[in-house]
């Protein structure tokens, strides 16, 4: 066996004569296994939010999105998008035309944000399984009809039980504004509620979908439109999804912007990782607080073991294998209390996931709190909390080194 490792383990588990020793050792692997588990439960919970956030945004936001470089529309036309329309890995490709718009209905006034859609949005969406009142239904017969977040439904009273329509307002393109009848420059059109949806309280706050016919009507356009989505097949690769985007955005040009949901949602998912990061470092800062107490404890046993050092410097032991030995029983401590973390962490998040006992607050998608264990977590976990733990061994060795050099 390595000699080092064989007296640290010695020094580690044999009895101290000063019982303070085994105390603060016991805490400090104690505190270790703590802070180790809670850096593997709350990163793992993080995981579960963002899936969430990611889940609830795939049924609104496409895999793909085409819009214009400059300027608010344009007609899909042309050989990119045959192109994209003769792609196996494409699944569906909707026009949309959106924008914000003045809402009225029963009294009631607001700014919603309009989007309309064609016939294969209608069809295809995944919406439809986040319908909480109602149905996905934008036409019913040639009436036109539309559906709303919770959010808005919520602050202006909209039910597709009553038969009132919403009146959509929207400044007419082709009429300039008149002070004395300001009704004349405005365009408008109603549509009947046939349902409410819910996927996050951001996008439930606003939205309205309605028939792109009737967004057309409103904002004074033939066939142009704001965007295309594209939803891919499932089982889609991320490779394959970003060449289909480069392709598309090569046959566009720069008259055009091609993005994946990512880019869409730049902002949100860049938050998101800040703030999974930041969590990270103020946990790491308070597993190297607790590490300290390897320091005191390490410190008080090479006090104590100074007689056992004069005999194995007697016995021709270098003052290198001397370090060795004690850096190696303050690192068996953090190793220890990170096992133990490792064990706990991984075992609670596996609980949590199979029978969600820790429920969410208040009224929200899921009812337990959502955790997804992921391996690239554990391995950053261990190597940090290793590498900490190596680190503080090694400070009072040093310290104690050089005090005797002098």
Do not use: C
Not at 1 to 10: D, S
Not at 173 to 184: E, I, K, V, Y
Request: net charge neutral.
């Amino acid at each position: 066996m390595h000699l080092p490792l064989f007296i640290a383990k010695r020094y580690l588990f044999a009895k101290k004569s000063h019982n303070v020793i085994n105390i603060i050792s016991a805490i400090s692997a104690i505190g270790m296994a703590v802070g180790t588990a809670a850096l593997v439960i709350i990163l793992s919970v993080y995981n579960g939010f963002d899936s969430l956030v990611k889940s609830s945004l795939s049924n609104v936001e496409p895999d793909i999105l085409i819009t214009p470089s400059k300027g608010k529309v344009f007609i899909p036309e042309g050989e990119a998008f045959d192109w994209a329309y003769d792609q196996p890995a494409i699944k569906t490709m909707s026009s949309i035309l959106q924008d914000n718009v003045y809402i009225s209905y029963d009294g009631h006034n607001g700014i919603a944000m309009g989007k309309g859609v064609d016939r294969v949005y209608e069809e295809e969406s995944p919406i439809r399984d986040h319908m909480i009142e109602g149905k996905f239904a934008l036409h019913h017969g040639e009436i036109p009809m539309g559906v709303v977040g919770s959010g808005l439904s919520y602050s202006m009273e909209i039910s597709h039980r009553f038969l009132a329509p919403i009146q959509i307002y929207y400044p007419a393109r082709d009429r300039s504004f008149s002070p004395a009848n300001p009704a004349a420059s405005l365009e408008n059109i109603k549509i009947f509620p046939s349902g409410v949806f819910s996927v996050n309280p951001e996008i439930d706050s606003d939205l309205i979908i309605l028939p792109l016919e009737q967004m057309r009507q409103l904002l004074g356009y033939t066939d142009e439109v704001s965007g295309v989505e594209l939803r891919v097949a499932a089982g889609t690769s991320r490779k394959a999804l970003h060449k289909i985007i480069r392709t598309l955005q090569d046959k566009l040009g720069e008259g055009f912007s091609v993005k994946d949901r990512f880019q869409q949602n730049e902002s949100l998912y860049k938050m998101m990782r800040y703030e999974k990061v930041s969590v990270y470092l103020i946990l790491i800062f308070v597993i190297i607080i607790i590490a300290f107490n390897i320091f005191g404890s390490l410190s008080m046993l090479m006090i104590e073991k100074k007689e056992d050092i004069g005999t194995l410097r007697s016995m021709g032991a270098t003052p290198q294998l001397v370090k060795r030995i004690f850096i190696l029983e303050g690192w068996m401590i953090s190793l220890l209390g990170l096992a133990a973390g490792l064990v706990l962490g991984v075992g609670f998040t596996l609980a949590q996931q199979k029978f969600g006992f820790i429920k969410m607050p208040g009224s929200f998608a899921t009812a337990a709190y959502p955790v997804i264990l992921q391996w690239k977590d554990l391995i950053l976990t261990a190597i940090s909390v290793a590498a900490i733990g190596y680190l503080i061994a090694l400070l009072p060795v040093l310290s104690e080194s050089r005090r005797h050099s002098r």
